[in-house]
């Protein structure tokens, strides 16, 4: 059916132009009556061969939008669209799983590592007390003023957390 109404707006546009050229060579002759006559046909039939030409355009745009709308709402069309929703539900489901996962290890990472660093800390200060008490206990035995370097390096190395430090000043008690 669209197929000839195009034949048909476009035998409308020939015939417009004929009786337009038509006109012109009626001007040419000196025809002034039929000039305006003619012109006046051609531009009429020039005006329903583009109001054809619109509402065949017009029509296959409402053709095509409502099929395309009539696809958008079928079944099977909201089939897929609920599979593809489920599926991309599925991933961040999945993807929210892993990162969930990720930062329980890094939680657990941190909470060893504090707990191991408290750890040191608890077993560097019974260290010192040891080699306090044993630095104590050889006090009659030591001069004053190695006494008191001895018990300063203690602290120190107490304060830096250097093991080695305070193994060196068991050593020297």
Do not use: N
Not at 88 to 110: D, G, I, N, P, S
Not at 112 to 125: G, N, V, W
Not at 143 to 171: M, N, Q, Y
Request: with cysteine; proline share 1%.
């Amino acid at each position: 059916m669209s197929g000839r109404l195009v034949w048909a707006a476009l035998l409308l546009c020939g015939l417009a132009m004929l009786s337009l050229l038509a006109g012109f060579l009626a001007m040419q002759a000196g025809l002034a009556l039929l000039t305006g006559l003619l012109y006046l046909i051609g531009a009429k039939i020039l005006l329903v061969a583009l109001g054809l030409w619109g509402g065949l355009g017009l029509f296959g745009l409402i053709t095509e939008v409502s099929r395309d709308l009539r696809a958008f709402c079928s079944e099977t069309a909201a089939a897929l669209r609920r599979v593809a929703a489920l599926e991309l539900a599925r991933r961040a489901a999945a993807t929210r799983r892993a990162l969930e996962f990720k930062q329980l290890q890094y939680r657990a990472a941190m909470r060893r590592r504090r707990i191991l660093a408290a750890d040191d800390r608890k077993q560097l200060r019974e260290l010192s007390a040891a080699v306090e008490s044993e630095l104590l206990a050889g006090k009659a035995l030591l001069p004053a003023k190695r006494f008191k370097t001895l018990r300063r390096e203690l602290k120190h190395c107490l304060r830096s957390g250097d093991v080695a430090g305070i193994l060196a000043v068991r050593e020297q008690v």
